[in-house]
């Protein structure tokens, strides 16, 4: 479902020729881009929401929204944010039961905000994802030598932490070569986006890749304990089919905007 949000946030900011001064049109732009992400956390998928969130941020800023606009919503979302924590609060005190947040999302925050709460419980995943990239070293272990991941110490390891399992088997060399496959990447899209003859081609481009350097930043921060753990998984190296294809997909509408550019080669 990440295509048709990346579309319709591109082809909603394309329509304002990349000026979004007039306050009503902003909310209007910011309540259409908000409807996925209030779809998918009735679900709830807060990784899936946060994704889309951050496609939203990218398209209102490469459309040209006013900076006081998107200082405002900002704050509002960070208001919101605390406001659900105080009134969910408030809901336990008085049933004992926590209703806006799912108990496992708490633990995950609380463990991020301290990793030795509860080393044996919520905490023992980002321990072991620790532990994996410290016993990798500078070469790692080899090919399919990950002792965390095959011994069973590391969940998850093909999908949310994939990355732990790279670091083990190929060390902190093997892991520096697979970023600047990422930078190279995303370089190569800044450019192409800067090439594109139209807006909607350029915020296409923009939101892909802001949704990728969200995916990266979130899955491996989460691995080494710098970000909440959350089922978001790491572009084009998580195990699945769908996830996959997706991301393929994204490259091929990279390529046709760069296809149709004025400075693409004839």
Not at 46 to 66: K, M, N, S
Not at 120 to 132: E, P, R, W
Request: glycine share 10%; proline share 5%; net charge negative.
């Amino acid at each position: 479902a990440k295509i048709p949000v990346i579309l319709l946030d591109a082809s909603i900011m394309a329509r304002y020729g990349g000026r979004l001064d007039d306050p009503r049109e902003y909310v209007k732009a910011l309540g259409l881009m908000l409807v996925p992400f209030a779809c998918i956390m009735t679900q709830p998928d807060l990784g899936t929401g946060l994704v889309y969130l951050c496609i939203g941020a990218v398209a209102l800023v490469v459309g040209g929204a006013r900076p006081k606009y998107l200082l405002i919503t900002l704050a509002a979302f960070v208001a919101a944010v605390i406001a659900v924590f105080v009134v969910d609060q408030i809901i336990y005190n008085s049933t004992g039961e926590y209703k806006l947040l799912k108990q496992y999302q708490r633990n995950r925050l609380l463990v991020f905000l301290d990793p030795e709460l509860d080393p044996t419980g919520d905490g023992y995943n980002l321990k072991q994802a620790q532990i994996a990239i410290g016993s990798g070293g500078l070469f790692g272990k080899g090919l399919l030598n990950a002792t965390q991941s095959t011994h069973g110490f590391l969940p998850e390891a093909p999908t949310d932490f994939i990355f732990c399992v790279l670091a083990e088997e190929l060390g902190f060399l093997g892991v520096m070569a697979l970023l600047a496959l990422y930078a190279g990447l995303v370089l190569i899209s800044f450019r192409i986006a800067g090439a594109s003859s139209d807006l909607f081609g350029m915020t296409i481009v923009m939101c892909v890749v802001g949704m990728w350097l969200f995916q990266i930043l979130e899955n491996i921060g989460m691995d080494c304990g710098l970000m909440p753990i959350t089922g978001i998984p790491l572009p084009f190296i998580s195990y699945g089919s769908s996830f996959m294809l997706v991301n393929f997909v994204m490259l091929g509408l990279i390529n046709s905007i760069w296809a149709h550019s004025e400075k693409a080669p004839q």
